[in-house]
């Protein structure tokens, strides 16, 4: 059997490209022809005024394709600030870019990354457009503020129960109008139990004797001061959350009342969640090649155990390349 040898090498895509390696106070940069004549090694700070001095140098080095890793946060201030006037920037996911082996170093990653984009061996990750990114941001405020509010009402129960005053014993919800008024009487010093009890609406004056019992208890001058401050916790996270929702329904109106309207057909979602939904994928589905990239996206992609060089890692069963 005859042996042949056949020359494998790499064809460049790009005339000349940048790679820009990110940290939190610190980005190189390698920029490089793809006959590696002309090339430039830059180091620069991450304040405003640098990452325009990144693409006043960029430009001068006629410069139009960039790659650059999804780090933390610290890309998104430098993505909007080159994209605006044009340039192109390809995001990558760091999970592929660190499966081709390389030296680390800060240096050495931003020729890397220069290396990757002149010869098209890098992928554009999705980033959603401005619209979206502040709708997705309200959205997870809204939960972040949810979650704090539901933390604020374990902590009153909490302080009651220490007191022996057991309303969450007769009402299973301690914020109704009804209990959140009998507490903050308490906590103005109102001792009364039959003055109390004036607060209850609804339901809960079926529950009159109960409550009554649940009532007779002992709150210190320490206890109502602290009361005090968590009803005004629970009131300021109240507020914000309306802040948001007014927000959030502007920008729906705006942009996608269509797709929020036509989500809520689907059994089991309603107008939150059809924000929600909205706001983490948006209302176009060509950024998502296949149902595997949605849901990697969306953070509910299945994951399989494998060892590797006897060492157990974790890795996405379909290689996905989309960022966050």
């Known amino acids: 059997m005859n042996k042949v040898n056949y ?19 610190k980005i190189v940069g ?10 430039e090694l830059r180091e620069l700070g991450t304040f405003t005024d640098d990452l325009f001095q990144i ?4 430009f001068s080095n006629g410069i139009s394709h960039c790659l650059m890793e999804s780090t933390g946060v610290y890309w998104i201030g430098l993505y909007n600030v080159l994209t605006e006037p ?13 499966q081709i082996p390389k030296r680390k170093t800060d240096r050495k990653d931003a ?21 979206q990114q502040r709708l997705r941001d309200l959205c997870r405020n809204r939960i972040f503020y949810t979650h704090s509010q539901t933390k604020t009402t ?9 007191a022996n005053i057991k309303i969450r014993s007769v009402s299973s919800v301690i914020t109704t109008k009804s209990t959140l008024e009998m507490i903050r009487q308490l906590s103005a010093g109102e001792n009364d139990v039959e003055r109390l009890l004036l607060c209850l609406r609804g339901k809960l004056k079926s529950k009159k004797e109960r409550i009554r019992l649940a009532l007779k208890g002992v709150l210190s001058e320490s206890d109502r001061q602290i009361l005090g401050l968590l009803l005004a916790d629970y009131d300021h996270i109240e507020n914000q959350k309306r802040a948001i929702e007014k927000i ?6 705006d942009r996608y009342q269509e797709t929020f309207e036509l989500l809520q057909d689907i059994s089991g979602v309603g107008p939150l969640g059809a924000q929600v939904i909205i706001g983490e994928i948006g209302d176009d589905m060509q950024n998502f090649p296949s149902a595997d990239h949605l849901t990697s996206w969306v953070g509910v992609a299945p994951e399989i155990m494998r060892v590797r060089e006897n060492r157990k890692t974790w890795v996405s069963e379909k290689e996905i390349n989309i960022c966050g």
Not at 86 to 98: D, L, S, T
Not at 248 to 253: A, D, G, L, N, P
């Open 30 to 39: 390698f920029i490089s022809d793809k006959e590696s004549k002309e090339q």
């Open 248 to 253: 959030v329904k502007s920008v729906i109106t």
């Open 111 to 131: 020729r890397w990354l220069c290396t990757l984009l002149l010869n098209g061996l890098a992928r554009h990750s999705f980033v959603p457009d401005a619209v």
């Open 154 to 162: 374990n902590r009153i129960v909490k302080l009651l129960e220490r």
């Open 7 to 25: 020359e494998v090498k790499l064809i460049p895509q790009l005339e000349k490209a940048c790679g820009l390696d990110l940290h939190k106070d």
């Open 86 to 98: 044009g340039i192109k920037v390809v995001v990558a996911n760091p999970q592929h870019i660190r």
């Open 55 to 58: 693409r006043e140098w960029l």
